[in-house]
């Protein structure tokens, strides 16, 4: 009997998520977020105006290419994105940023 060994579908997904986030296309759409929403749009819920310098995937995209590239985005800024992006995904993905801001 062989046994099919299922691969880690996780690490994939992850690796999947470093490959888009490094994409032509995606550093495109980030910088027309936040050209066009410079400011976080969560701290504005808030009536504080902070610039933003992260932009968040306002529907988890879970690795969907196409949701990844058409969005819709949140512009916001370092400390929102790290807290309330983590919540929101809380139960489902959860994406850490290493030093370097891309997700591990
Ligand atoms: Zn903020």
């Keep these: 009997m062989t ?7 996780r690490s994939e997904e992850a690796a999947l998520y470093r490959r888009l986030y490094k994409t032509a296309q995606w550093q495109r759409i980030r910088q027309h977020q936040l ?13 504080v105006v902070t610039e933003a310098t992260e932009v968040h995937h306002a529907e988890a995209h879970r690795g ?17 994105h790290a ?22």
């Design 35 to 47: 050209a066009t929403h410079p400011l976080c749009q969560w701290c504005i819920e808030r009536e």
């Design 64 to 80: 969907d290419v196409e949701l990844f590239f058409s969005g819709p985005f949140i512009s916001t800024c370092k400390p929102c």
């Design 83 to 104: 807290s309330r992006g983590q919540l929101e995904d809380n139960g489902k993905t959860v994406v850490r940023y290493g030093p370097d801001g891309w997700p591990i």
């Design 3 to 9: 046994s099919v060994s299922k691969s880690d579908a």
